[in-house]
């Protein structure tokens, strides 16, 4: 073989091994990609399951039952700690959900699963003054954006919000608020 034969077939050569490595990186990044998103699906649900073990301790509970049972609005300063941090935990979990779905982290599917929780929060009167007078301000501009806009469509009301759990307890539900 001539020298020039075995230059082209190294520069063939050198082009195949070039071309198997940018197939290969591909293929890596697809898997890295998927493993981020199953991450990152996995640590919002621990996220909103440990905010929700809060609502095991039996002072949050009640302080968050009675601010959407709306009949008393007056809270202590440990029961309106309690509430606040309850919403604020919550909404810190929705807030990265909904900027991991932004940016392609989250299967379209989860975060349409968290909307009704996300709603859920808000029906309470004093959820909703909660965030326009204080907690809009601890979140980012794009979900301050979504919240007001949910906010500005309406909102189904505590009755609407509870119907499903009612008609699976009866009236329980309704007598205790």
Same mark, same amino acid.
């Given at each position: 073989? $001539?020298? %020039? ?9 050198? &082009? ?8 290969? #990186?591909?293929? @890596? ?11 990152? =699906? /996995?640590?919002s649900?621990?996220?909103? @399951? +440990?905010?929700?073990l809060?609502?095991?301790?039996? =002072?949050? $509970?009640?302080?968050?039952?009675? $601010?959407y049972?709306? %009949?008393?609005?007056h809270f202590? !300063? $440990? ?8 919403? #604020?935990?919550? #909404?810190?979990?929705?807030? @990265?959900?909904?900027?991991?779905? @932004?940016? &392609?982290?989250? +299967? ?10 996300l ?5 309470? /009167?004093?959820a909703?003054a909660?965030?326009?007078?204080i907690? +809009?301000?601890?979140?980012? !501009?794009?979900?301050?954006g ?8 309406? /909102?189904? &009301? +505590?009755g609407?919000?509870?119907?499903p759990?009612?008609e699976?307890?009866? /009236?329980?539900?309704?007598t205790?608020?």
């Amino acid at each position: 073989m $001539a020298l %020039t034969q075995l230059a082209n077939l190294g520069e063939f050569l050198g &082009g195949v091994a070039v071309l198997v490595t940018l197939v290969y #990186l591909a293929f @890596q990044m697809r898997q890295n990609t998927t493993a981020l998103r199953q991450q990152s =699906a /996995h640590d919002s649900t621990f996220a909103l @399951q +440990r905010v929700s073990l809060e609502m095991m301790n039996p =002072a949050v $509970a009640d302080s968050v039952s009675r $601010a959407y049972a709306e %009949t008393n609005p007056h809270f202590s !300063a $440990a029961e309106s700690a309690a509430v606040e941090n309850w919403m #604020l935990s919550m #909404l810190v979990v929705f807030q @990265q959900d909904f900027l991991d779905n @932004q940016l &392609g982290l989250h +299967r379209a599917e989860l975060w349409e699963a968290r909307k009704p929780m996300l709603r859920g929060v808000f029906a309470s /009167h004093w959820a909703r003054a909660w965030w326009k007078t204080i907690g +809009r301000a601890y979140y980012a !501009a794009p979900f301050q954006g979504y919240v007001d806009a949910l906010l500005a469509e309406g /909102h189904e &009301g +505590r009755g609407a919000y509870w119907a499903p759990l009612q008609e699976v307890l009866g /009236h329980e539900v309704a007598t205790r608020n």
